[in-house]
């Protein structure tokens, strides 16, 4: 009987180390199983660097604009848009553009298209680009929506105009710039959706 406790007792002895040596690879598996949670929200360098390549713009000129939009709203946009718009007016008129709507949760940038009413002081009509930082968009069928701009939020920095729009917690706020652009849509609302519709509703 004692014979027998011993080997029982010296096998368990030899065996608890090589137990402890197999744990750690245990848990390596089990980790590498879980993926790594990823930042789905872009930086001030990515939004500068991709803002300044698609308007044309410097780094500087677009900085300006970029600062005021995140001293407002945070500095970590979750989407971005860039496109092109036009529009015309006589005091009241209509706005159209369209443009690829860019989120790190996408394999690839989605068209998107975006009509309503505009409000200004001139008449005849505007080309413009925009590019517009999208924030709280967790899901992209979220922007398929009309968005109410922020009555008195327009305003010029360094040559290019920006406006915010907002409807509940999602914030878009476009920066356009353009042979003259107006900042018409910070009154009314942009109507955002899939596919190109002329009625602004």
């Known amino acids: 009987m004692e014979r027998r406790h011993f080997l029982l007792g010296a096998a368990s002895t030899a065996a608890a180390p090589l137990v402890t040596s ?9 980790a590498a199983k879980t993926p790594a949670p990823t ?4 930086q001030r360098d990515e939004i500068l660097r991709a803002g300044s390549d698609f308007l044309g713009v410097t780094v500087e000129a677009l900085g300006g604009a970029i600062e ?8 970590r946009p979750t989407a971005y848009i860039a496109g ?9 008129g209509l706005r159209y553009g369209k443009g690829l709507v860019h989120m790190k949760s ?3 940038p989605e068209k998107i298209f975006w009509r ?24 992209l069928q979220e922007i398929y929506q009309r968005i109410p701009g922020v009555e008195g939020s327009a305003y010029f920095v360094g040559g290019l105009g920006v406006n915010y729009q907002q409807t509940d917690d999602l914030i878009v706020a476009p920066i356009r710039a353009g042979v003259g652009f107006r900042l018409g849509a ?15 509703a």
């Open 186 to 200: 910070s009154v009314g609302y942009l109507a955002y959706s899939k596919t190109r519709k002329w009625f602004p």
């Open 39 to 42: 930042d789905s929200t872009y």
């Open 84 to 92: 092109e718009e036009v529009s015309g007016a006589i005091a009241v």
């Open 116 to 139: 309503g009413p505009s409000v200004g002081f001139d008449t005849g009509g505007n080309a413009s680009r925009v590019f517009a930082l999208v924030y709280q968009l967790t899901d």
């Open 68 to 75: 005021k939009v995140f001293a407002d709203y945070g500095d």
């Open 22 to 30: 197999l744990l750690p690879s245990v848990a390596q598996a089990a």
């Open 106 to 108: 996408l394999a690839s």
